[in-house]
């Protein structure tokens, strides 16, 4: 399994950088039909497949950032943190989270 990298620690989480190894989690995360209508896509869900080609393209494109959201304590991941859109010219980016595993869901 490939190591995730410190990008940010923080004091309870650190943003860390996404490893193909945890693509089969985010795949679970992404077959839940409750979050997927909480990010705004309801009635989708992406298999292991497209996890890959969404790992493959973010890796390549310079207008979006995404990093793991990582519990400090037990490093398990819980989410992600994308920039998107980024316009490194005027400093600008869209924010989005997304907290996968249900249980770290509002805490």
């Known amino acids: 399994m490939a190591e995730r990298i410190i990008v940010i620690p923080g004091e309870r989480i650190n943003l860390t950088t996404i490893t193909r190894d945890d693509l089969p989690l985010m795949t ?10 909480y990010l705004g896509r309801p009635g989708s869900f992406m298999n292991e497949d497209q996890e890959r080609e ?7 494109d310079e207008s979006l950032r995404t990093f793991g959201i990582s519990v400090k304590e037990s490093g398990a991941l ?9 316009n490194h010219l005027h400093q ?8 996968g595993e249900r249980d770290a869901w509002s805490k």
């Open 28 to 37: 679970g995360w992404f077959a839940d039909l409750e979050l997927n209508a």
């Open 78 to 86: 819980v989410g992600t943190v994308s920039l998107m859109h980024l």
């Open 54 to 60: 969404w790992f493959d393209h973010q890796a390549k």
């Open 92 to 99: 600008t980016a869209e924010l989005g989270i997304c907290i």
